[in-house]
């Protein structure tokens, strides 16, 4: 698939601001000190901001921004539906929390924790776009949806300076891209799709491309045909680990108490993330690549 930088900056920004939100949150039913009057601007506004500029750059990747509002109309149906039902839902409940912590010094945790649940579910829903595509064997696996929701977690957690559950989450993390990648290397090949399936063929026997459908580049090759080089994979993969996981947490696990290293490690962590995610789209191969002869192969050296 096509890695757009809409799509990268939207999953991973906007699972980061609502993983901040449901620790935010969650808070006073952890036992933890509220945020209050410009501590909880601060910490608020990060949230609402991050979430904010991840859902500005998904409405931008659509073909007619203008009608995102029909985006709300399909919840009974659509994952992308009810991500958006749930984001709204999640920011305008969380709202009277935020605003009683910061111009009343009142939280109201009713609201806080009603609106963490809702901003789970809203990372939940965006991965649920991917997983649920049968299409893309790659993301067609549970795998899916418990890496963003991890990933929005433990990021949530490092900016909400919960270092002792950041670092569990961060480990997490880690075995769980593992996971996702050595998964679905195997994916597509025991999906069983294969160019005779495509086409209805396989019947007459062994099925091989004998031309390209077309001349050129079209929209099907653009948006859902990406091939990536096996070493670039791999190094971005290394890249990916070490920044979005575990160099944040051997900084977490020697610095527990550092704000500074907690930011620090926020910053490796977001790094490493954009770095996971452009690997997410770029290495998930689609079934109509079966058609140029570029599905369910390895992926070349160069």
């Known amino acids: 698939m096509h890695p757009a930088p809409s799509l990268i900056v939207f999953t991973v920004f906007s699972g980061l601001g609502f993983g901040l ?13 509220e945020p209050l009057g410009w501590a909880a601007f601060v910490w608020f506004g990060l949230g609402y901001g991050l979430a904010g500029v991840g859902l500005l750059a998904s409405a931008f990747h659509l073909g007619h921004p203008e009608r995102m509002l ?22 305008a409940v969380m709202a009277p929390h935020a605003a009683g912590s910061v111009f009343l010094a009142t939280p109201l945790p009713a609201f806080g924790m009603a609106a963490a649940v809702l901003a789970v579910m809203t990372v939940a829903a965006t991965a649920m776009i991917y997983a649920q595509l049968r299409t893309v064997p790659r993301w067609h696996h549970w795998t899916v949806p418990a890496l963003f929701v991890v990933a929005a977690l433990a990021g949530g957690a490092l900016l909400a300076g919960q270092g002792c559950a950041a670092l569990w989450l961060l480990l997490l993390l880690a075995l769980l891209m593992i996971a996702h990648w050595r998964i679905g290397d195997g994916r597509f090949r ?57 160099l944040p947490a051997v900084l977490v696990l020697l610095a527990p108490g550092s704000v500074v290293a907690l930011a620090f490690a926020a910053v490796l962590h977001l790094g490493g993330m954009l770095a996971a995610r452009w690997l997410f789209f770029a290495e998930a191969e689609h079934v109509v690549g079966l058609y140029y002869g570029r599905g369910g192969t390895a992926p070349t050296d160069g």
């Open 190 to 246: 025991a999906s069983g799709s294969d160019a005779g399936t495509a086409t209805g063929l396989g019947g007459l026997g062994r099925v091989r491309l004998l031309e390209p459908p077309h001349s050129g580049r079209n929209y099907l090759l653009r948006e859902m045909v990406h091939v990536v080089g096996r070493r670039h994979a791999h190094k971005l993969r290394l890249i990916a680990l070490a920044l979005g996981a575990l």
């Open 70 to 91: 029909l985006a709300f109309t399909q919840w009974r149906s659509s994952w992308l539906s009810r991500e958006a039902v749930l984001a709204v839902a999640a920011l």
């Open 21 to 33: 939100l449901a620790w935010l949150g969650l808070g006073p039913a952890l036992g933890q000190p």
